[in-house]
């Protein structure tokens, strides 16, 4: 059973750094595609950021490219999302996903992590 648990979200001032973990279990980490969502109140779950299994490939949503950055650890099972110069329209919960092996399709995710919430003051 696949497990992702998201952790690093909190209350941040605008301008402002964060860093998301996701710790993922339950599957070979460093077959997959792994990728972050967001979703804001009243909103759609949207996507942020995809990385591909080696971490060579990487795709952002354009709101955040040049502010964001998806990375990954396969050592550690672990794939990361450093947020910078953070506005309050960034606030949302953040879900982590991985993708079905082989997909080019940035929604074709299989599971999904718990959500970290991200709240980021003005």
């Known amino acids: 059973q696949v497990q992702l648990v998201e952790s690093g979200g909190g209350l941040v001032q605008a301008g402002g750094p964060m860093r998301l973990s996701c710790a993922a279990s339950?599957?070979?980490?460093?077959?997959?595609?792994m990728g972050w969502f967001r979703q804001a109140p009243g909103k759609g779950r949207d996507f942020v950021a995809r990385?591909?299994?080696?971490?060579?490939?990487?795709y952002y949503t354009d709101s955040v490219k040049g502010r964001f950055t998806i990375s990954r650890d396969n050592a550690k099972n672990t794939v990361y999302l450093q947020m910078n110069s953070l506005k309050p329209e960034d606030t949302a919960v953040y879900y982590c996903?991985?993708?079905?092996?082989?997909?080019?399709?940035?929604?074709?995710?299989?599971?999904w992590g718990q959500g970290t919430q991200v709240t980021v003051s003005s």
């Open positions: 339950g599957l070979d980490f460093r077959n997959y595609a």
């Open positions: 996903a991985v993708y079905r092996s082989g997909t080019v399709n940035n929604q074709d995710v299989t599971d």
């Open positions: 990385i591909s299994w080696s971490g060579v490939r990487k």
